[in-house]
């Protein structure tokens, strides 16, 4: 089976599962497949999850070929959440 270019998973944002979520539904508002990772320890730990910084917490992942796109969405949503 030939191997996708491009397709390898990049984290693009970690935090509390109410951010990802939210962040995750921006980017495929956009066309930008996504998904979360560590969703349900999000759900069962959330203070851990809110608390873990960029090593832990709900992570949302995209292709590599659209990481450098969906960066630029991040970027307005940390510069613009309350």
């Known amino acids: ?3 996708d270019e491009g397709a390898e998973p ?3 944002f970690s935090g509390n599962v109410m951010d990802c979520d ?3 539904s921006l980017l495929e508002g956009e ?3 996504a998904y979360l990772k560590d969703e349900f320890m999000g759900g069962l730990e959330p203070f851990w999850a809110a ?3 960029e090593t832990g917490g709900v992570k949302v992942v995209v292709a590599a070929r659209d990481a450098e796109r969906a960066a630029a969405f991040v ?3 940390i510069d613009n959440r309350a």
Request: aromatic share 12%; net charge positive.
């Open 1 to 3: 089976m030939p191997r």
């Open 10 to 12: 990049v984290v693009i």
């Open 22 to 24: 939210f962040l995750k």
């Open 31 to 33: 066309q930008i497949p």
């Open 51 to 53: 608390n873990a910084g």
């Open 75 to 77: 970027q307005d949503f």
